[in-house]
């Protein structure tokens, strides 16, 4: 008997500091981000061997969140949650994505600010 798998991949709290924003003085230096990352995985297989290579590298996924940021140069959290998601779904077997980006200490009275978005690999890509 064969079961649907829910399971989840994560990263919690990744540190980066990036050139992000829409106001000039937030493009003359880099500025903290807070990721988590939600990677829509079926666990089954490296459960069962215990083997790396039948799982989702985090550390691969975490690189790959940390040369972007630090790379490109977006006005919008939007922006980088979308280019992130695609690239992460384009070179990890992963069903999905769920992405938060916070800006934190942008409002004074909150603890950060930002996006938080899902995407899921179409269909047609899964067959």
């Keep these: 008997m064969s079961f649907a798998s829910r399971d989840i991949v994560f990263i919690e709290n990744l540190r980066v500091d990036a050139i992000i924003g829409v106001f000039d003085h937030e493009q003359l230096a880099p500025q903290p981000l807070r990721f988590d990352v939600e990677l829509g995985f079926d ?3 490296a459960g069962a061997s215990d083997d790396l290579a039948d799982t989702v590298d985090y550390a691969a996924v975490a690189a790959l969140i940390e040369n972007t940021a630090r790379g490109i140069r977006c006005k919008l959290v939007e922006a980088l949650a979308e280019t992130l998601c695609a690239q ?7 069903r999905s994505v769920c992405l938060k980006i916070a800006k934190p200490a942008i409002l004074p009275n909150a603890d950060g600010v930002g996006v938080r978005i899902e995407r899921m690999r179409d269909a047609a890509a899964r067959a």
Excluded at 88 to 94: G, H, M, R, Y
């Design 43 to 45: 666990c089954r297989k």
């Design 88 to 94: 992460i779904l384009a070179q990890f077997p992963v």
